[in-house]
């Protein structure tokens, strides 16, 4: 098991290590779970087998923007996950809801488990994550507000 | 101190002002340095008589791009001159010392200029041949032997000892013994190796420049590039001129050395190497607009996932009309 | 009905789209995300699975353009976006750090097609970054033993983006024209050519 995360403000990389680890331990056979960027840089990560996280991340990131892209041109709108059910497992990859989608949250899960379990638990897991960033959003405004006041003053 | 030994290394002497000296004995350093071949051929000597000596041309104001001189020694105690263009170019400067340690070291055999005259001699007698040729290849005697058969429709060279000589030598050996080329067999050898023979052509080419263009080139309506002339890269500045002025509008021999982008000979040497290298479109009509002929292709030939080399062709020339249709 | 297809490949910001937009005839599809690296790019929005675009030829078939995404961490898609192209163009753009480095790590990713001679780079921004010129560049490509056209363009001028298909096009047509003369000759190889080609580079 390997955990590595990009620079974060202290509070939300805890945040989501944590949410993260939740997610890891609640899914009988998971293999990772990752976060990244919408445009494909590494968050967080935990990565049971041999797989490059950095690279994982950029694929994430390219397969969400894809599923948006085809969602919009064939008229399903909005992509709500993407899925690849391959014959030795199984990925799931959505954005993190917040008022910026900044980021995706993906899980990587063997076949023995179900599909709808890993839907259940990552959405929930990026629910989590979700308001965690919108928490450190708010929080930045705040501050940019009061410098912006204290500036004034 | 002037090298009459063959193999010996030459001598160069930098007899340029302070500033400019120690850039170019710099750059003539790390030249060496990097090119384990040419060490052996120089050494950089503060030597009032050296084999060669760099000089400002007498001109010469405060251009950063100016030129140099090169004044040679040759080891019969003649002296020549030559120009070395754009030698902060540390790729210009390396090839004129190759030019000239190849001119030092032949000397022998006569003056660069007759054996240029040779050069063009002998690609006039291979356009006219390879017109003619029609899937037959010509035969290349020297002394009476034959020494190499070639194919000019596919720029293929077959000799017994399957190695493309070096235009330098290969002039010198025209020089030296009696040549002719004539039409021979239809069919390569089958033992030996087909090596290509642009390399030599192209060498060929750009030394006979100084006798003009080649009379196949002269017959020529328009003249358009056809590819990238590889070889032309890294030469003259003006070759990427001249690339980039082949490349758009309608150019004849006559109206590029017209153009002054460079010295007559330049442009004569340049066009006739692309000339006998096969880098020009077929004949180009004046009015010919920029747009390439439309070649015609029936609709929808592109069936199974791989693409044939025929379809790929209709599929160039559909793009090409398709884009020039689409210029607004 | 195969697939007809150029790629345009290229580190973030060197004009992908906006070339794919020049000769497109619809407005091309994108899977821009929002760019959360300003080391790479100032840009607001990147390209991180593909562009498309598409124009219909006289033959009645699609000409479908691609553009990859830039950062090299998106290079896995790559070669799966070039798969089956008839050629790539590669666009760099001289005033980011490092134009040199972007052009190997290209050079490495097309290196198959780029023997098949299937790959020109353009230069972009040339006029207000001169260096490195094209010359670096052709000696950076003539170093690795590989060799293609280097030119300056500006993707925001269609004719420069048709003039570097035309390049493209050339390019194919005479290499294929002379793999079918060795094909027809039989030849094995033709070592002493590459090696007087990189000499001639060198130059």
């Known amino acids: ?153 | 101190m002037t090298n009459t030994q063959e193999f010996a290394p030459l001598s160069i002497a930098v007899a340029l002002p302070a500033y400019r000296r120690a850039l170019v004995e710099r750059m003539l350093q790390r030249l060496l340095q990097e090119n384990g071949e040419m060490s052996a051929d120089w050494y950089v000597s503060h030597a009032a008589e050296a084999d060669v000596t760099l000089r400002l041309p007498p001109d010469e104001g405060a251009d950063p791009s100016a030129s140099l001189l090169a004044e040679l020694r040759r080891p019969d105690g003649g002296r020549e001159t030559l120009t070395i263009e754009w030698p902060w170019r540390p790729g210009a400067l390396l090839a004129a010392l190759q030019r000239i340690a190849r001119l030092l070291r032949s000397g022998a055999a006569g003056s660069a200029d007759a054996r240029d005259a040779l050069a063009w001699q002998w690609l006039r007698r291979w356009s006219e041949l390879a017109l003619e040729a029609r899937g037959r290849l010509l035969e290349l005697r020297m002394g009476g032997q034959v020494v190499a058969l070639m194919d000019a429709r596919l720029g293929y060279w077959y000799a017994a000892n399957q190695v493309l000589p070096d235009a330098a030598q290969f002039v010198t050996a025209l020089a030296r013994d009696s040549y002719s080329i004539e039409l021979g067999q239809a069919t390569p050898p089958p033992l030996l190796r087909p090596v290509s023979i642009k390399p030599l052509l192209w060498q060929l080419g750009v030394r006979s420049g100084h006798y003009g263009a080649l009379p196949a080139l002269r017959q020529r309506g328009g003249l358009r590039l056809k590819g990238w002339p590889y070889l032309a890269a890294g030469g003259p500045k003006a070759y990427a001129e001249l690339i980039q002025k082949l490349r758009g509008g309608f150019n004849t021999a006559a109206s590029l050395r017209d153009s002054g982008l460079a010295a007559a000979g330049l442009v004569d040497g340049f066009l006739n190497a692309c000339l006998v290298c096969d880098f020009f479109h077929g004949e180009t009509a004046e009015p010919a607009a920029s747009a390439p002929a439309p070649v015609p292709v029936p609709a929808g030939v592109f069936a199974g996932a791989q693409m044939r080399p025929g379809n790929e062709q209709a599929v160039i020339a559909s793009i090409r009309r398709s884009l020039h249709a689409g210029t607004p | ?203």
């Open chain 1, 1 to 153: 098991m390997t955990q590595a995360s990009l620079n974060l403000p202290e509070a939300l990389r805890g945040a989501l290590d944590t949410a993260l680890r939740e997610l890891h331990q609640r899914i009988p056979a998971i293999m990772g779970c990752v976060v990244a960027t919408v445009d494909g840089r590494l968050v967080a990560h935990i990565i049971d087998n041999e797989a490059d996280p950095q690279r994982i991340a950029a694929m994430i990131g390219s397969m969400v923007a894809l599923g948006e892209s085809i969602g919009r041109e064939t008229r399903i709108d909005r992509s709500q996950y993407v899925v690849v059910n391959a014959s030795n497992g199984l990925l799931y990859a959505q954005r993190v809801p917040s008022r910026r989608e900044l980021f995706v949250v993906s899980t990587l899960a063997r076949p023995t488990t179900n599909l709808g379990l890993v839907l259940h638990e990552t959405r929930s897991a990026a629910e989590e994550i979700g308001q965690a960033v919108d928490g450190w959003l708010e929080q930045q405004q705040t501050r940019l507000a009061a410098a912006a006041s204290t500036a004034e003053a």
């Open chain 3, 1 to 203: 009905m195969s697939e007809i297809k150029l790629l345009f490949a290229g580190p973030m910001g060197a004009g992908k789209t906006t070339a794919i937009r020049a000769i497109s005839e619809i407005e091309p599809i994108s899977t821009e995300v929002e760019n959360t690296d300003f080391s790479e790019s100032d840009k607001a929005e990147t390209t991180v699975a593909m562009d498309y675009g598409e124009l219909t030829l006289d033959s009645g078939d699609k000409l479908r353009l691609y553009g990859s995404p830039g950062q090299k961490r998106f290079e896995f898609m790559w070669p799966l976006l070039a798969q089956g192209a008839l050629g790539v163009v590669v666009l760099l753009d001289n005033s980011r750090p490092e134009p040199l480095a972007d052009l190997e790590d290209f050079l490495s990713a097309f290196s198959g097609l780029i023997e098949a001679g299937r790959v020109v780079v353009a230069v972009g921004r040339l006029e207000t970054h001169p260096q490195p010129g094209l010359d670096d560049y052709l000696a950076s490509v003539s170093r690795r033993g590989q060799f293609l056209p280097v030119i300056g363009a500006d993707v925001r001028r269609r004719d420069d983006v048709v003039g570097m298909l035309e390049l493209l096009f050339e390019q194919i047509e005479s290499t294929a024209s002379t793999a079918a003369a060795a094909v027809a000759a039989g030849a094995a190889g033709d070592d002493e050519w590459l090696q007087f080609v990189q000499r001639a580079r060198a130059q």
